[in-house]
């Protein structure tokens, strides 16, 4: 195959040939293939390009319009357009002053910035000496440093040296090695001193130059100024000058990166302590340094929101859930000095799993909780329970719990101010026109439900009267779904004013447990039922008599065996009110990983002396409305207030049962309508139970006998028959064919006596007058006791 140049039209060979010039446009030949492929038909000729002259189009058509000139074209004067920019804020005169009193406000920051700088490390002072003293470690060198170390060096050899001659002059014994030694210490120090001499003259030469290279420009600048800048002044600026160089020279501080970082902390100015003045910024800074190195949390994002009561903190993490900061919130509140203890609250987020709410209350995160509001005497309804504001969280959202066939546990310490939630409830219950609240307080005879046991209808102080109030309350909620097609109620009861609905309000729940394990019954007849214990028919109240509106509201100091025994039921109410309280009650309420989503109540301080702390905060759990771990705390009011509510209502008149209910429960009487009397002389519980006539008898025993320190069985005996022969003699003590001892009837007539009053009186050996050796018997002590004179002294 034949190479062609294009550029000279010539074969390889020298032979000239035509020029062939391919168009653009003119179809390409295939590529020749080096496989062997089927014959395809043949390409089509290339196209033919007519070069002769086009024939002459016909002349355009005129173009009509405006003609524009150059001159038009330039552009002209402008007066608003060409005029500098200004920001819209500063065209008025209010944005005027804002603008001229932030940049005051940031020149007087920086004033105070500068001058507080002065007191550190980077002040001017520090940084001068500290640049001149660099400037002159840099002249002497490390040549210099080398002819201290060895005239050093040099001195030490000469002591030791003359040291060693004295050794060696007056030694007694080893002469000749003394001297030996003494000769070389001598010649040692003799080549010490020629090496310190050569480090000491070579160093002076390298000291000169660097010297020169320093100390001559910093001269000359002074004399110049001197010279050209008349006299002193010049001179001074000459010096002021040297000194700015000496302070760029020092401007980096000798320090070790720990100590480097605490101080760009202090200019930076991020506080120290935690402060509600603060700004966003610096406690931004101050929390992500404490959660990411202290607290060892990865965080992803962190978004600061100032409240009235403190910060609230969104915060994002990095493949991580919540559990660890929980577990961690005491760490992190000892990392953030002025934060209160136990008061950082955090929240899982419903958003996402590695979401979460962090909140660091102030001093008082309270403000924003108003006063108990007033409610007008049967103003409320059962249907708007749920509106009755008796509690509000930090950011004033009120807390109202419903009430139409719901039961509530109101859960917490001693002083963890569950009785004071109790109240601010009793404050919007006994406001409705369509219920009828009863009382039971068998831990403080009543005073637990305060003033408003004025308008409740019953209250209920002993646990005779308290199962009075609860078979009464079962027995309307067991017998009102026979009511329910009579009339027209569909499934449940809808209370209303006609037909109220039935609240029974517990105080001080374990002390209502204690009372029902003391209870004793007789063995029931053939056919009869033995009856139900206290906490049983509690039980039964809140399992059967919700659907006919009989609801409970208790209050307890926990849930766990312990306190409140089986009745373990109670956390499983659906509205849970959770004051301060133990961990065990927290996952027995709300499972074992609530803690880690933020329900953290065991965090909370009960009152302690004249200090409130966290007493009547509480955590929610009530439906949908109250899901997630928010603190709320009760609202109050004063109690001469809250005493002239409660006369409000009573006054305003109590509701009564509609005579329907009243046929399941009849001729029963309420005890204590409208709190009763607490000291009332009537009241057979209340009176002080007079002194069994036996111990009276053998109390006067005693004295007649010139108050011995005991007396035998036998004597005690014989004295109470010489006080009554009829009712002491052993012949009306047989059983069947024997007789009973002295100590035998004695001691059954005493247990016999004393066994009502839980008391008990057993022998105990003392020492009679004049006596060496000790007897059993009946001692004095012990009967000071029973009758109650002093502490048995």
């Not at 390409?28 to 000729?45: I, L």
């Not at 024939?55 to 000139?69: K, L, S």
């Not at 301060?580 to 609530?594: E, F, L, P």
């Not at 702390?613 to 109250?626: E, H, K, R, T």
Request: some cysteine.
């Amino acid at each position: 195959m034949t190479e062609t140049d294009e550029r000279t039209a010539k074969t390889g060979h020298g032979e000239a040939m035509a020029k062939v010039i391919r168009l653009p446009f003119a179809d390409v030949e295939p590529e020749v293939s080096d496989t062997t492929t089927v014959d395809e038909p043949a390409a089509p000729a290339a196209a033919r390009v007519d070069m002769t002259k086009p024939a002459p189009a016909a002349e355009p058509a005129p173009v009509e319009g405006t003609v524009i000139t150059a001159r038009e074209w330039e552009l002209g004067e402008d007066a608003e357009g060409d005029a500098p920019w200004i920001h819209p804020t500063l065209r008025t005169p209010e944005g005027r002053t804002a603008r001229r009193a932030y940049v005051q406000r940031q020149a007087r920051r920086r004033v105070r910035r500068w001058a507080s700088r002065q007191w550190t490390p980077r002040g001017i002072v520090p940084t001068t000496i500290r640049g001149g003293v660099r400037v002159q470690r840099w002249v002497r060198g490390v040549e210099g440093q080398n002819a201290d170390a060895a005239k050093q060096r040099a001195e030490m050899l000469a002591v030791e040296a003359a040291r060693s001659a004295r050794r060696a002059q007056f030694a007694l014994l080893k002469k000749d090695a003394k001297k030996k030694a003494a000769d070389i210490a001598q010649q040692e120090s003799s080549m010490a001193l020629v090496q310190a001499t050569a480090a000491l003259s070579a160093a002076r030469g390298k000291f000169f130059q660097r010297a020169a290279a320093v100390y001559l420009p910093m001269a000359g600048i002074d004399v110049a100024g001197f010279v050209f800048m008349d006299g002193l002044i010049g001179f001074g600026v000459g010096v002021l000058v040297n000194l700015a160089v000496l302070a760029r020279v020092g401007r980096r501080p000798d320090m070790t990166p720990e100590e480097l970082e605490e101080l760009e902390r202090a200019e930076a100015g991020l506080p120290d302590r935690f402060e509600m003045g603060m700004t966003p910024r610096a406690f931004e800074a101050m929390l992500h340094e404490a959660l990411t190195k202290e607290v060892g949390i990865a965080v992803h994002s962190l978004q600061i929101f100032p409240r009235n009561w403190g910060f609230e903190i969104q915060i994002v993490l990095k493949n991580q859930t919540p559990e660890k900061l929980s577990d961690n919130l005491a760490l992190l509140e000892a990392c953030l000095p002025g934060v209160r203890t136990n008061s950082a609250l955090l929240q899982q987020s419903a958003k996402a799993r590695n979401e979460c709410v962090l909140r660091i209350p102030g001093e008082d995160p309270w403000k924003a909780v108003p006063e108990l509001p007033y409610r007008a005497p049967k103003s409320v309804t059962t249907h708007e329970l749920h509106t009755a504001q008796f509690g509000a969280d930090m950011s004033g959202r009120f807390l109202a719990l419903p009430g139409k066939r719901t039961s509530a546990a109101y859960i917490g310490k001693p002083r963890s101010g569950k009785s004071t939630m109790l109240r601010a409830r009793l404050d919007a219950l006994t406001a409705t026109s369509d219920r009828i609240i009863v009382g039971i307080d068998l831990g403080s005879y009543g005073s637990g439900f305060g003033p408003y046991r004025k308008c409740m209808s019953a209250v209920a102080r002993t646990p005779k009267e308290a199962r009075v109030v609860l078979e009464w309350a079962l027995a309307v909620g067991m017998g009102r779904p026979r009511l329910f097609n009579r009339l027209g109620m569909g499934m449940n009861w809808e209370a209303s004013p006609e037909r109220p609905g039935i609240t029974v309000v517990i105080d001080e729940f374990p002390a209502l447990v204690v009372a029902a394990k003391s209870e004793t019954f007789a063995d029931p007849e053939e056919g009869e039922e033995k009856p139900l214990r206290l906490d049983e028919l509690v039980k039964q109240i809140n399992l059967t008599s919700l659907k006919s509106d009989v609801s409970l509201e208790i209050a307890s100091q926990g849930v766990t065996k312990d306190r409140v025994g089986t009745n373990t039921w109670l956390s499983e109410l659906p509205v849970q009110v959770m004051c301060a309280c133990d961990k065990d009650d927290i996952v027995q309420i709300a499972g074992g990983g609530a803690m880690a989503q933020g329900w953290r109540p065991d965090r909370l301080l009960p009152a302690m002396g004249d200090a409130i702390n966290d007493a009547s905060v509480a955590y929610v759990m009530a439906g949908g409305d109250y899901c997630e771990p928010i603190p709320y705390r009760a609202c109050i009011t004063s109690d001469d207030e809250a005493d002239r509510r409660a006369t409000e209502r009573a006054a305003a008149g109590l509701c009564e049962l509609d005579k329907a209910s009243k046929a399941f429960a009849s001729g029963v009487t309420l005890p204590n309508p409208g709190g009763g009397d607490p000291w009332d002389e009537d009241d057979d519980e209340d009176q002080e139970e007079k002194l069994p006539v036996l111990l009276q008898v053998i109390r006067s025993i005693y004295r007649s006998l010139g108050e011995p320190s005991g007396l035998t069985e036998d004597e005690l005996f014989d004295a109470l028959h010489e006080v009554q022969p009829d009712t002491w003699d052993l012949e009306k003590f047989v059983t069947g064919d024997s007789r009973m001892t002295k100590g035998a009837v004695l001691a059954l007539v005493l247990d016999k006596v004393l066994a009502p009053r839980g008391a008990k009186w057993a022998k105990e050996s003392y020492r009679p007058k004049g006596a060496k050796a000790t007897v059993k018997g009946y001692r004095l002590l012990d009967l000071k006791r029973l009758v109650g004179e002093g502490d048995g002294g």
